[in-house]
């Protein structure tokens, strides 16, 4: 079974819009950390946000937030205000803390294409 | 100042040689990853050091074999090179620390290609 799944492949958005990309996850472990990150189209993978599991509060960086439904096994990314910066890959990984090894498992990706 | 650097930064070569791809960062951690991307994007760990010493070692074929010299340097020597080794190899370092918000930075990748 897959670790992450990021149900969207590409997605469209109008400039200035909010955008949500989601992800779900997969773990029994009660610990675990979950990491988003972006890859422009020149190649480099640009961390954004991170949640760890017992975090109260869903994690905000700017204008990316993360909306974290435990129960859910949820882990969006929800960017605010669109950016034609912003057209990307988008990459939701996981790390399970019980492994003790810090090993980061990544999805498959969402690309972005911000329109103007 | 580039934080995590990789050498070379493309690479082309044919099938059964041997090349090495070379990792370095500053930034003072003690753990450091490569990663293989596939040309569908998807990108999955090949082996981390903590240390210099192997932490994780994933499913990859034995012809591939990292080097760690130092917690700075994370090398890559792959042998007897095949068509499917085809693929952008990034290089990542992180501190170590389970349970932490410690984000592993990447290196700018290199793309290999097998002819």
């Known amino acids: 079974a897959q670790k992450i799944t990021q149900t969207q492949p590409g997605m469209f958005v109008q400039e200035k819009e909010a955008v949500t990309l989601d992800c779900t996850y997969d773990?029994?472990?009660?610990?675990?950390?979950l990491f988003w990150y972006k890859q422009p189209s020149s190649g480099e993978m640009i961390f954004l946000i991170y949640?760890?599991?017992?975090?109260?509060q869903n994690a905000t960086e700017g204008r990316y937030s993360l909306n974290f439904q435990k129960a859910r096994k949820s882990a969006n990314l929800v960017i605010s205000a669109s950016q034609l910066g912003d057209s990307a890959m988008y990459f939701c990984a996981m790390r399970e803390d019980s492994l003790g090894d810090d090993k980061i498992i990544f999805g498959k990706g969402t690309r972005l294409h911000i329109l103007p | 100042d580039t934080a995590v650097s990789q050498t070379p930064k493309y690479l082309v070569t044919q099938m059964g040689n041997d090349k090495s791809i070379k990792c370095e960062q500053n930034?003072?951690?003690?753990?450091m990853y490569w990663y293989k991307q596939d040309s569908k994007k998807f990108l999955k760990i090949m082996f981390s050091?903590?240390?210099?010493?192997?932490?994780i070692n994933e499913t990859v074929p034995n012809r591939f074999s990292p080097k760690s010299p130092d917690k700075a340097h994370l090398n890559l020597h792959i042998n007897s090179l095949e068509l499917g080794d085809s693929a952008v190899y990034f290089c990542?370092?992180?501190?170590f620390g389970t349970g932490s918000s410690y984000e592993q930075y990447f290196g700018p990748g290199t793309r290999l290609t097998v002819t």
């Open positions: 773990t029994s472990d009660p610990s675990y950390g």
């Open positions: 949640q760890g599991s017992y975090d109260q």
């Open positions: 050091y903590n240390n210099k010493e192997l932490i």
């Open positions: 990542a370092s992180s501190f």
């Open positions: 930034l003072g951690h003690d753990t």
